[in-house]
C-alpha cells in the first residue's frame, strides 16, 4: 500500500516538473502573454468594435471578427478587388543618393572689392585732365589730371632744404616725406624731386588700378577741397553674379561650389563660376541670395546683364527617401499610407526634408527601410479614412454603446470625465476633440484633457454639437456661447450637469423639419388673438392691454419659440436667436394633459 502511494506521488511531482519546465507547443503562447483578442465591428459602421460577438447597436446586423492591424485610428481595409479597381500602387521605402540640379535667375554687377574711388587729399585747382569722360578704360598709374596747390608746392620747398641741412635735419626729411606721401606723392616723384632740386607747379593724380571709369566729377578750372571724389574705377577683370533661390534649395548649396552661368544671348554658353556667398537671411519673398565669382576675361559678361545659374549638387551620403508622390501635405502635417500584407492601410504621420530631382523626398521620419507605402490612388484611401474617422468621432460624441470606442469601457485611468482628449506635447495644446484619437500635428496618441495642463479649453453646451476648441466664440452648430471647461466631479460625471435641459427638452419633428421644445405650461400669452405677440414666463398683466395673462395651452397661440436652455427664461413670437445665451430659438409646443 505505501508502495503505490509512493508511486502515485513520484507520478505527480514528474508531471508538475513537466508543466513548469517543457516549454510551450510554438505559436500557442500562454494566456495573457502576448496572445491577442479578437474584435468583432459592423460592416457598415466600422466606428462600432466589441471584444464580443454580437449585434450592431446601430443598424443590428451582426458583428464580424475585425481583421488584427485594423485597430490603428485611421487605417482602411481595402479588399484586392477594390484595391484593383482604385488603382492603388505601392513603393518601398529605401535609401537613395538625393541629387539636386539647383536653377535661378540672376544679373551681372560690379564685384565691390573691385571698385575704387579717388579721391583728393588736398586743397587745389584742377590745371588739366587726362581723362575727361567716363567709360574709358584707365591702367594703374595713368595720369587722371593735374592739381596745383599752393600748399603742395610749399611743402616741397620744406622737403629741398630740409634735404640740404643734411643729417641734422633728418627728422625733418622724415615729415616732409610722409606729409607728401599721404597726399598721394609716389617714391618716384620725391626721388625726382630731390634730384632736381626744383620744386614742381603741380601734382599729378594716378589711376589706382585697372578698370574702367564708372563715374567722373570733376572738369577742369574746378576748386577742390579735400575728401572730393574725383572718379569711381570699376576693375571688370572678375564680377559677380547675384542670384536668389528658394528656401528648399538651400541644402543643396554651399560656399566654394562650382557653378556655371550661361548668358541668353550667346546662345547658353556655360561660364564657370563659383559660389562665394550665401546669405544667412531670407527676403521678403522667402528667398536667399547667392553670389558666384566669375572670370570676364574677355569682356563678355557686362554690369546689369541677365545671366542664367546652374548648380548641380547632392547631398553628402544616403538618406532614406520615398516618392513624392506618395506624400499627402494637409498643411499642418504630412501623411503617408503604409500597407501591410493583410490588406490594411494605415496613415502614417511623416516628416519630409530635401527633395531631389529624380522626385524623391527625403523623410526625417515616421517610416523605416522597405515598408511599402502608396504612391498612386491614395488620395482615394485618405478620403476613406477620413470618412471613417469623422463617423467615428460623430457616434462617439453621442452615443456609448460599449466598444473600444466608448468611453465608458475605457481603464479608469485613461478615462477623462469630461470626455475631451488633447495632445500631451503643450505646444499642440490647440489640438482638441470629444474621443480618443491621434494629433494631427505630431502624431502622438490623444491624452485626457484632466492629464495636462491645458485649462484653455472652451465647450459647447449642447453636447450634441460636440464642438471643442481652445479659444472662446461661438458654436458654429447651434450658435450658442462656448463656455470654459470644468472638469465634472467623479459624483457629478453622470449627472446631466450643462447639458440638461431642464424646463425644454428638444426632439426632431416628423411633421416639419424643425426642432420642437416640448415642456411645462409655465408660459403665458395674452387671450387676446391680436395680442398674441405678448409672451413670458409665469403670470403677469398684458403690456399691451392690461389683461391677466392665460397659460399658453388655454389659447390657440402657436407661434411661439424658446430658448432651449430655459435659464435664460427667453421667448418670442418668431425664430431668431437667444438674447441672454446667442443659441438659435426653437419652435415651442405645449404637452397635452393627457401625455403628462
Given at each position: 500500500m505505501k508502495i503505490t502511494a509512493v508511486i502515485i506521488i513520484a507520478l505527480a511531482a514528474g508531471i508538475a516538473l513537466a508543466y513548469l519546465f517543457i516549454p510551450a507547443v510554438e505559436g500557442q503562447p500562454p494566456a495573457g502573454e502576448g496572445a491577442e483578442v479578437q474584435q468583432y465591428t459592423c460592416g457598415m459602421h466600422p466606428e462600432i468594435v466589441s471584444d464580443e460577438p454580437g449585434y450592431c447597436p446601430i443598424c443590428e446586423m451582426k458583428l464580424t471578427p475585425r481583421k488584427s492591424g485594423a485597430g490603428k485610428a485611421g487605417s482602411v481595409t481595402i479588399d484586392p478587388t477594390t484595391r484593383q479597381n482604385m488603382g492603388l500602387v505601392t513603393t518601398p521605402v529605401e535609401y537613395r543618393t538625393l541629387k539636386r540640379k539647383v536653377r535661378a535667375s540672376g544679373r551681372i554687377v560690379v564685384a565691390e572689392?573691385?571698385?575704387?574711388?579717388?579721391?583728393?587729399?588736398?586743397?587745389?585747382?584742377?590745371?588739366?585732365l587726362f581723362v575727361d569722360h567716363e567709360g574709358e578704360a584707365v591702367h594703374r598709374g595713368q595720369p587722371l589730371l593735374e592739381l596745383y596747390s599752393p600748399a603742395l608746392v610749399a611743402t616741397q620747398r620744406e622737403y629741398l632744404i630740409a634735404v640740404e641741412s643734411g643729417r641734422v635735419a633728418e627728422d625733418l626729411i622724415e615729415a616732409v616725406r610722409t606729409r607728401l606721401a599721404n597726399w598721394d606723392i609716389s617714391e618716384d616723384q620725391l626721388q625726382r624731386l630731390?634730384?632736381?632740386?626744383?620744386?614742381?607747379?603741380?601734382?599729378?593724380?594716378?589711376?589706382?588700378?585697372?578698370?574702367?571709369?564708372?563715374?567722373?566729377?570733376?572738369?577742369?578750372?574746378?576748386?577742390?577741397?579735400?575728401?572730393?571724389?574725383?572718379?569711381?574705377?570699376?576693375?571688370?577683370?572678375?564680377v559677380w553674379v547675384v542670384a536668389s533661390i528658394y528656401e528648399q534649395d538651400v541644402p543643396f548649396v554651399s560656399l566654394n561650389q562650382k557653378a556655371s552661368v550661361q548668358l541668353p544671348h550667346t546662345g547658353f554658353d556655360e561660364i564657370a563660376s563659383t559660389v562665394s556667398y550665401v546669405s544667412p537671411f531670407l527676403d521678403p519673398h522667402g528667398q536667399v541670395e547667392i553670389r558666384l565669382n566669375a572670370d570676364n576675361y574677355d569682356s563678355r559678361l557686362k554690369p546689369e546683364m541677365y545671366a542664367e545659374v546652374s548648380i548641380e549638387s547632392h547631398l553628402e551620403g544616403k538618406h532614406l527617401v520615398i516618392p513624392r508622390s506618395a506624400v499627402i501635405n494637409s498643411g499642418n502635417r504630412q501623411l503617408a499610407y503604409v500597407a501591410s500584407a493583410d490588406d490594411v492601410y494605415e496613415p502614417r504621420v511623416i516628416v519630409t526634408g530635401a527633395v531631389g530631382?529624380?522626385?524623391?523626398?527625403?523623410?526625417?521620419?515616421?517610416?523605416?527601410?522597405?515598408?511599402?507605402?502608396v504612391t498612386s490612388g491614395q488620395f482615394l484611401l485618405d478620403s476613406e479614412s477620413r470618412l471613417s474617422e469623422a463617423l467615428a468621432d460623430g457616434y462617439r460624441a453621442g452615443h456609448d454603446h460599449g466598444g473600444e470606442h466608448s468611453p465608458s469601457q475605457l481603464p479608469a485611468e485613461k478615462k477623462g470625465l469630461s470626455g475631451v482628449y488633447t495632445c500631451p506635447m503643450p505646444s499642440h495644446a490647440h489640438v482638441l476633440q470629444y474621443g480618443e484619437g491621434y494629433c494631427s500635428e505630431c502624431g502622438m496618441e490623444l491624452v485626457p484633457v484632466e492629464e495636462t495642463d491645458n485649462d484653455s479649453v472652451y465647450i459647447c453646451p449642447m453636447r450634441e454639437c460636440a464642438v471643442v476648441q481652445n479659444e472662446p466664440g461661438r458654436c458654429p452648430k447651434c450658435n450658442m456661447k462656448l463656455t470654459l471647461l470644468t472638469p465634472p466631479t467623479d459624483e457629478e460625471h453622470h449627472s446631466e450637469g450643462i447639458h440638461d435641459l431642464t424646463a425644454a427638452q428638444v426632439?426632431?419633428?416628423?411633421?416639419?423639419?424643425?426642432?420642437?421644445?416640448?415642456?411645462?405650461?409655465?408660459?403665458?400669452?395674452?387671450?387676446?388673438?391680436?395680442?398674441?405677440?405678448?409672451?413670458?414666463?409665469?403670470?403677469?398683466?398684458?403690456?399691451?392691454?392690461?389683461?391677466?395673462?392665460v397659460p399658453l395651452a388655454e389659447t390657440d397661440n402657436s407661434q411661439v419659440y424658446v430658448c432651449p436652455m430655459s435659464e435664460c427664461g427667453m421667448v418670442k413670437n418668431k425664430k431668431g436667436t437667444c438674447d441672454v445665451c446667442g443659441m438659435n430659438l426653437v419652435r415651442y409646443q405645449p404637452e397635452a394633459d393627457d401625455d403628462k
Open positions: 572689392p573691385n571698385r575704387h574711388t579717388v579721391n583728393l587729399k588736398v586743397d587745389g585747382w584742377v590745371e588739366r630731390q634730384s632736381s632740386g626744383e620744386v614742381t607747379r603741380t601734382m599729378t593724380i594716378r589711376a589706382p588700378a585697372d578698370g574702367v571709369v564708372v563715374s567722373k566729377k570733376v572738369s577742369e578750372g574746378d576748386h577742390l577741397k579735400p575728401g572730393t571724389e574725383l572718379y569711381e574705377i570699376a576693375d571688370l577683370s572678375t530631382d529624380d522626385d524623391y523626398v527625403a523623410v526625417l521620419s515616421g517610416l523605416t527601410e522597405n515598408e511599402p507605402v426632439s426632431t419633428s416628423s411633421e416639419a423639419d424643425e426642432l420642437v421644445a416640448t415642456g411645462g405650461h409655465d408660459i403665458y400669452t395674452c387671450p387676446m388673438p391680436s395680442h398674441y405677440h405678448v409672451l413670458q414666463y409665469g403670470e403677469g398683466p398684458c403690456a399691451e392691454c392690461g389683461m391677466k395673462l
